[in-house]
Each structure stands twice: as structure tokens, then as C-alpha cells.
């Protein structure tokens, strides 16, 4: 058994239990999975650190940050809304997740 029909696995039974477009007020199988395991992950990574907190561009001396990036995101805020149960499905949370080194690539290139 490797990770990645484990993560399938989760994904049909996820599809099985709450059909798409149905709202519901719980997490789902997904957003458990990203909470406890991918998040996890990347909080305790050495080098995530600065993806933890919104960019602040006082400290940083970056005044053209949010000419550049319309859009921002940090993992603080994407554990808060998966805490908060912000989220409905788990590709929103991916989508948010991706974001946060979108932003950072777009803004530092």
C-alpha cells in the first residue's frame, strides 16, 4: 500500500459520502487529510518559516507588493479557515495552499 492510493482512496470515499455541490457544516475526509497531514507537514518544514504569516511589507521594505500580488495568502490564514471550517471542499484548501508559493514565485522572479 503506497501514499498515493491511500490519498485516492480518500478521495473516493470523500466523493462517496458528499456528493459535488452538496453543502454540508463538517469537514470532509479531504480537509482532514490536509489539516492533520499536509499542513502539519509544511509547518514544521525549516524552511516554511516565512509562509506562515502574511508578507508584511513594512518589515520587508517591499512597497510594491500588492501592486504586484492582487491575491495574498499565508499558511497561517489556510490553517485558520481549515480550523474554522472555512472551507467546504478540499481543493479549495489546495487551491489556497498553492497560492501562498504562486505569490512568492510571481512576486520574486
Known sequence: ???????????ILDLQLHPIGQIYNFTTNRLQFIQHKIMKTLWKNRYCWPFQK???IKELNIPDYYTVIHNPMDLGTVKRKLENYEYQLGDEALTDIRLVFDNCFLYNK
Open 1 to 11: 500500500l503506497n501514499h498515493t492510493s491511500v490519498i485516492i482512496d480518500i478521495f
Open 54 to 56: 502574511p508578507v508584511d
